[in-house]
T-cell receptor, first 114, second 114 residues
Framework: EADIYQTPRYLVIGTGKKITLECSQT?????MYWYQQDPGMELHLIHYSYGVNSTEKGDLSSESTVSRIRTEHFPLTLESARPSHTSQYLC?????????????FGPGTRLTVL | DQQVKQNSPSLSVQEGRISILNCDYTNSMFDYFLWYKKYPAEGPTFLIS?????DKNEDGRFTVFLNKSAKHLSLHIVPSQPGDSAVYFC?????????????FGKGTKLTVNP
């Protein structure tokens, strides 16, 4: 069973605030990912990490930043939130495997910036 | 340009009948395909996958078919149950290229009517 957690589940915040979305997994997975999804749209990869101290930007440009100081923890930070950042943010992880790369997702954080 | 396309935003079927969800892709480097299921306010859950060396993979009520020459895959659910009502995402990756990133379609909302 996948154990990946995201907090908060819902966040409503004013423009200009700094926010950090938390993501933790207890499966010991090396690889972790952040996706952004708007209603009716595909999931877009915004950040990924293949291990501690390794972070890369994804296919969709994002003003957010991430860090990976511990294997289990992959927080996402927005220094100054704007209404255009309103979206659902999904964190995922996957094990290092030569056979498959299914990703396990957390429940997501629904962010609304007023 | 979308590399993974799910052209039907929604599908409605009767309980007990077959549900067929379709997915097309454009990148010939994709060699691994996955289906995810997503309920509202939850993260996607892995359902079934298929490698490009196969043309069919079955798991209980769920079967995925892959037609590489047509760059098309489909998910069959038989028999459909009301609990199957959710959004289904098709995803693909190019593992041979060294990438383990997933590219998602926009999803198809399945409604199974009792």
């Amino acid at each position: 069973e996948a154990d990946i957690y995201q907090t908060p589940r819902y966040l409503v915040i004013g423009t200009g605030k700094k926010i950090t979305l938390e993501c933790s997994q207890t499966m010991g997975h090396d690889k972790m990912y952040w996706y952004q999804q708007d209603p009716g749209m595909e999931l877009h990869l915004i950040h990924y990490s293949y291990g501690v101290n390794s972070t890369e930007k994804g296919d969709l440009s994002s003003e957010s930043t991430v860090s990976r100081i511990r294997t289990e923890h992959f927080p996402l930070t927005l220094e100054s939130a704007r209404p255009s950042h309103t979206s659902q943010y999904l964190c995922a992880s996957s094990p290092t495997s030569r056979y498959y790369n299914e990703q396990f997702f957390g429940p997501g954080t629904r962010l609304t910036v007023l | 340009d979308q590399q993974v396309k799910q052209n039907s935003p929604s599908l409605s079927v009767q309980e007990g009948r077959i549900s067929i969800l379709n997915c097309d892709y454009t990148n010939s480097m994709f060699d691994y395909f996955l289906w995810y299921k997503k309920y509202p306010a939850e993260g996607p859950t892995f359902l079934i996958s298929i490698s490009s060396i196969k043309d069919k993979n079955e798991d209980g009520r769920f079967t995925v078919f892959l037609n590489k020459s047509a760059k098309h895959l489909s998910l069959h659910i038989v028999p459909s149950q009301p609990g199957d009502s959710a959004v289904y995402f098709c995803a693909a990756s190019a593992r041979q290229g060294g990438s383990e990133k997933l590219v998602f379609g926009k999803g198809t909302k399945l409604t199974v009517n009792p």
